[in-house]
């Protein structure tokens, strides 16, 4: 097996994690404005790249841990 390879799913879950982890922390960081509405607060840029994040992070951890098999292409 390449040796590169064994490292590969130690950098998924490692570089997932972090994903994961800046995704949740801009939900909450992001500057509110003082009358912002419920929808406004939820559909906003900021939000929709949390949850961008927050997904891909959550895929790459399951390619990581092996739940998901890494495509072969030929």
Same mark, same amino acid.
């Given at each position: 097996?390449?040796?590169?390879?064994?490292?590969?799913?130690?950098?998924?879950? *490692?570089?997932?994690?972090?994903?994961?982890?800046?995704?949740?922390?801009?939900?909450?960081?992001?500057?509110?404005?003082?009358?912002?509405?419920? =929808? =406004?607060?939820?559909?906003?840029?900021?939000?929709?790249?949390?949850?961008? =994040?927050?997904?891909?992070?959550?895929?790459?951890?399951?390619?990581?841990?092996? *739940?998901?098999?890494?495509?072969?292409?030929?």
């Amino acid at each position: 097996m390449n040796s590169a390879a064994v490292f590969l799913p130690k950098f998924f879950v *490692v570089c997932s994690s972090i994903l994961l982890l800046t995704g949740v922390a801009q939900v909450f960081v992001r500057p509110h404005a003082p009358n912002e509405s419920l =929808a =406004a607060k939820l559909i906003n840029r900021s939000t929709i790249t949390a949850l961008f =994040a927050v997904a891909v992070g959550v895929c790459g951890l399951l390619v990581g841990l092996g *739940v998901v098999k890494m495509p072969h292409f030929r």
